[in-house]
């Protein structure tokens, strides 16, 4: 009795996985909408890294400079939404089969990349980024303040760009999501400096 059961429970099964394995063709004859992707998503995924990766270099450079403990809880919630983005943005270009962005983040060399793409702006050149570094105190939540705006004002630009032109459904939703959240952001910058 027990090996009839188990064979019915294997038939069943065996049924059960080439059931599945059948319905995989129409499944790809439709469209994948995770994989689908046109120029827009691309751009918006090679660029946004870059822009991201500069921002999080920026806040983790308010431990030890800034004087305010809501600057510095700005730039903490910054660097923790950022990372798993930029994870989410170099996964999809993965899966397309594209190449991951062009830019190196790596040091402060940050001129090269703001010159070779007017496409991204907000980005701080390499000048820009060196003074923050050597500033503290109320001067360094200031100029955070009005770098991290000008920074956020460049990313919201791009994410529009990939919501108005972008194809693939995952990338349009992160681009949507980064205008809300940066958006917010601003506000609250805005509302530090005037303190």
């Given amino acids: 009795m027990k ?3 188990a064979a019915i429970a294997l038939l069943a099964t065996a049924g059960l996985a080439l059931t599945a394995c059948g319905e995989d063709p129409d499944d790809d004859a439709t469209g994948d909408t995770n994989s689908a992707h046109n120029q827009a998503d691309v751009t918006f995924a090679q ?3 870059p822009h991201h990766e500069q921002a999080i270099e920026m806040a983790q450079m308010a431990q030890g400079r800034a ?3 809501e600057v510095q809880e700005l730039a903490e919630t910054i660097e923790a939404a950022q990372g798993p983005e930029i994870d989410t943005l170099q996964g ?3 899966t397309w089969g594209e190449e991951g962005s062009s830019g190196d983040m790596g040091g402060m060399d940050h001129g090269d990349i703001g010159d070779d793409s007017g496409d991204m702006a907000g980005m701080m050149d390499e000048d820009e980024m060196n ?3 050597a500033a ?3 001067d360094w939540d200031r100029m955070f303040l009005e770098m991290m705006i000008e920074h956020h004002e460049g990313a919201v630009e ?3 760009v990939e919501v108005d032109e972008g194809q693939n459904t995952d990338a349009v939703a992160l681009a949507t999501k980064i205008i809300s959240d940066q958006q917010a952001e601003i506000a ?3 509302r530090l400096l005037e303190l």
């Fill in 136 to 138: 503290s105190g109320l």
């Fill in 188 to 190: 609250e910058m805005r």
């Fill in 67 to 69: 004087s305010s403990d």
């Fill in 92 to 94: 999809w270009l993965e």
């Fill in 47 to 49: 660029q946004m890294i």
């Fill in 3 to 5: 090996k009839t059961l």
């Fill in 158 to 160: 791009m994410a529009q």
């Fill in 131 to 133: 003074d923050l570094m």
